[in-house]
């Protein structure tokens, strides 16, 4: 009998394998980020995706959008502090799931 997977298991996994290097400080990222943020932002938002310097942050709603953006500089110090090196340059917060 095969054995079945859920969608997003499959393209997590082949995304995985495909940007390895963006995958694995997405990972540290994810990790880390309650700490960066603390327990309310974490519950509101989740680190979709890295590109160079930029962190894509999914957030639940535009008042989420508003709030992060003014916290944006903040929250990329504590990451990048966290990280141990300047990683961040950049966060876009953009609805999603969280």
């Known amino acids: 009998m095969s054995q079945l997977f859920h969608i997003g298991q499959i393209l997590k996994d082949s995304l995985k394998s495909c940007r390895k290097e963006s995958a694995g400080a997405l990972s540290t990222i994810n ?28 957030v639940s709603s535009p008042v989420w959008i508003h709030h992060l953006h003014f916290s944006k500089q903040s929250i990329i110090g504590r990451l990048n502090d966290l990280l141990g090196k300047a990683e961040i340059s950049d966060i876009k917060f953009k609805i999603g799931p969280v």
Not at 31 to 58: C, H, Q
């Open 31 to 58: 990790d880390i980020w309650t700490v960066a943020v603390g327990p309310d932002i974490s519950e509101n938002s989740r680190p979709a995706a890295i590109k160079k310097e930029l962190l894509l942050v999914y």
